[in-house]
């Protein structure tokens, strides 16, 4: 869950929100409760968790006044027990019966009534500025998954690459894409279509069964995954205007585990069999489908304030380093080195929270190939004193 404090009528709460949507609205909880949810990692009793209580707060806490707490925060499903887990068992069957998977942030990450979104679009890619080359579509980018409002300029800057370059007739677009709530397995797919306010896109289910055959998945991996995941959902409107509809291109919709473990255990994704066999099944899909395939990453870039866990406050000064460590960061890439580009974040032990780095670091290595960086940019709330930044690359074939 995502945790952010907010005021509620002078009192400061702790807001929390669910990125995989089985509670739909915000939480709020006082923060006594929230430093109590964070010490249930099944590590502790409650006699540890009265002593963490005294330690931090000076006062007793007793066992029935605990018991009460995890009641109440049961009742929000806040805590693994058998109440949500009933609960996240009937929506994950439920979704996974569907054959297409629903939109789940349209009206909300951008708009969700066609005329409206075609406007938004057109609008955010006649703006930027940057017409691009009219010549081959670039092999790849990295582009942010940050809502359209936010990351506007940056998006019509990337995607005005392929929506001025000679198209191919139906081509295969493959998008890695953050998972940023619970996932097993370093990589998902899905045999489901994906809804879009401009109508259904087309999954390509064969190869998303063969690409999992050859990385030795044991089948499409974490399916549910991409109930929720914006970070896909994110490119599918803005690939239907610049492909002409939704129904011009097919897609391979890919999920990506966090790369957490490995920054912990100071090791490289690639030392995992699971992810080495993953990218090399990848490279030999791209290798075989030549210039009819387009690959996205889809990841923002550092994520940084009190919004994300921060107790340093964020002002322009520290900003401006945030920003110049991501563009050293993105050096990396512009060499074709994405174990350059993990080093960095993982010496710093990803401090800046760089939620990009799986799908990044995984098309990176794939196509073996320099990127151009065509921008770097940022959002920043100066209430919230947080920031998120974000970038677009391209990479020829």
Request: glycine share 8%; charged share 20%.
């Amino acid at each position: 869950m995502e945790a952010v404090p907010v005021k509620q009528q002078g009192r400061e709460v702790i807001a929390l929100r669910d990125p995989q949507g089985y509670f739909k609205s915000m939480v709020l909880i006082p923060p006594a409760f929230f430093y109590i949810a964070s010490l249930c990692d099944g590590s502790r009793n409650l006699r540890d968790l009265q002593t963490a209580y005294v330690r931090r707060f000076g006062d007793i806490i007793t066992s029935d006044q605990l018991e009460s707490i995890f009641c109440e925060l049961d009742d929000k499903l806040l805590l693994d027990s058998p109440k949500f887990q009933a609960l996240k068992k009937h929506i994950d069957a439920e979704y996974l019966s569907l054959p297409n998977r629903p939109m789940s942030c349209a009206g909300s990450a951008y708009a969700a009534e066609p005329r409206s979104l075609l406007q938004q679009i057109t609008k955010m890619v006649a703006d930027a500025g940057e017409p691009g080359p009219n010549g081959a579509m670039p092999l790849a980018i990295i582009a942010p998954h940050i809502d359209m409002e936010r990351g506007w300029e940056c998006y019509g800057k990337i995607y005005s690459r392929p929506a001025n370059a000679q198209r191919r007739p139906q081509p295969l677009v493959v998008i890695l894409g953050t998972c940023h709530g619970e996932m097993q397995g370093a990589f998902a797919l899905t045999s489901k279509n994906y809804l879009t306010p401009f109508g259904m896109v087309q999954t390509d289910a064969g190869l998303a069964e063969g690409l999992a055959r050859a990385a030795g998945m044991n089948g499409l991996g974490d399916e549910v995954s991409h109930r929720s995941e914006h970070s896909i959902e994110m490119h599918l409107p803005m690939l239907s205007v610049i492909f002409g509809g939704a129904d011009h291109f097919n897609l391979l919709p890919i999920t990506c585990n966090s790369f957490h473990p490995f920054i912990q255990e100071g090791r490289s994704p690639s030392e995992d069999p699971e992810i080495s066999s993953f990218i090399s099944a990848l490279k030999g899909l791209i290798s075989a489908m030549g210039e009819n395939v387009f690959v996205i990453a889809s990841g923002d870039l550092s994520h940084v304030g009190s919004r994300f866990g921060s107790s340093l406050p964020l002002d322009p000064v520290r900003l401006s380093s945030v920003i110049a460590k991501d563009k050293e960061m993105l050096q990396y890439l512009a060499a074709g080195d994405p174990e350059g580009f993990y080093s960095y974040i993982a010496a710093e032990h990803d401090v800046r929270n760089v939620c990009g780095l799986p799908p990044i670091y995984t098309l990176c290595k794939a196509l073996e190939g320099e990127g151009r960086l065509i921008d770097h940019s940022h959002w920043y709330d100066r209430q919230e004193a947080s920031a998120v930044t974000f970038a677009g690359m391209s990479f020829e074939a």
